[in-house]
């Protein structure tokens, strides 16, 4: 199978993997890249299609893995993951996540898996877009020049004191729902990363999407929601809107930040969300 490793060294722990990758390639007759800019992942992937590449493995952080899984979607190419990120959503949740050794063994004895992918405001996202909060903290998080998980942690209580919720118009399959939404994710996997569980029912291979709205964080409930997050149970918690489908339409007051697996873009007003079923393959665990 031919193979190409595409690196983004700014990533968490990517460069510090860099040799291993390199060597285990070397052991591939396969080419290693690294990625010099923003958006860069994305068009290093397309030159890897255009090369006959079969298998092309991303190492970095959700966004690097963002930009090469959307290169992929609708080939018959298989997306590699080797998560290095602050995060680490979809790692996480698909097994993926963990030492270089183990990431490595899973691209030589694991077999691809057809998994779906959602579109928002036609950005292609395959772990979790969002709105509010989580996409205010995802642009302050990528202007820092140094990241990990204790400053994302730090930008996001700077980031927590100066959002405040949006009065939301939820349509989802024909039915429609009022909320006051702090922050709204729209997720295929059940993680934003670090076994935080914004949606612990969703299923990246069961061609539907959950959303789940929160309220605004207070004295009173952001201990008891967070420790809802990190125990699987925040769909119950009171105040929470979560819905399941295949497309979400969200009015808002105002235009502002979208993020798709941690990448910002500009949004305006109204924003869909649509699922792609079974729209990608990624390189996973034999069960």
């Known amino acids: 199978m031919r193979t190409r490793f595409i690196v983004n060294r700014r990533s968490g722990r990517a460069n510090r993997v860099l040799a291993g990758v ?12 690294l990625t010099e800019r923003p958006r860069h992942a994305r068009d290093l992937a397309t030159t890897a299609l255009d090369d006959g590449c079969e298998l092309i493995v991303a190492v970095g952080g959700d966004g690097t ?9 609708g080939t018959p190419a298989t997306l590699g993951l080797i998560p290095c990120g602050s995060g680490d959503g979809l790692g996480r949740f698909l097994g993926l996540h963990g030492s270089l050794s183990h990431s490595l063994e899973i691209l030589c ?31 302050r998080f990528n202007r820092l020049e140094r990241r990990g998980f204790l400053r994302y942690l730090s930008t996001g209580a700077r980031t927590l004191h100066a959002c405040h919720s949006q009065r ?13 939404a702090f922050t709204l994710a729209v997720a295929n996997s059940a993680q934003y990363g670090n ?27 952001v201990l008891p929601l967070t420790l809802r997050l990190f125990s699987g149970t925040i769909d119950r918690a009171s105040g929470v809107v979560h819905r ?3 497309r979400f ?11 798709t697996d941690g990448e910002i873009h500009e949004a305006g007003r109204t924003v869909e969300f649509a699922i792609r079923p079974a729209s990608l393959r990624i390189m996973c665990p034999v069960p």
């Open 244 to 246: 399941r489908g295949t």
């Open 168 to 180: 939301c118009t939820i349509t989802a399959d024909d039915a429609q729902v009022n909320v006051d």
């Open 249 to 259: 339409v969200v009015e808002r007051p105002a235009p502002g930040p979208l993020h």
């Open 65 to 73: 893995m963002n930009e090469v899984g959307s290169a992929l979607i």
């Open 22 to 33: 390199r060597a285990f390639a070397a052991q591939l007759g396969a080419a290693v890249v």
């Open 109 to 139: 004895s694991g077999r691809p898996r057809p998994i779906d992918t959602g579109v928002a405001d036609g950005h292609p996202f395959i772990n979790l877009a969002g709105l509010g909060f989580e996409a205010e903290l995802g642009a």
């Open 195 to 221: 076994n935080a569980l914004i949606a612990p029912h969703a299923r990246v291979d069961d061609g539907q999407l959950d959303l789940c709205a929160l309220p605004a964080a207070t004295w009173f409930n």
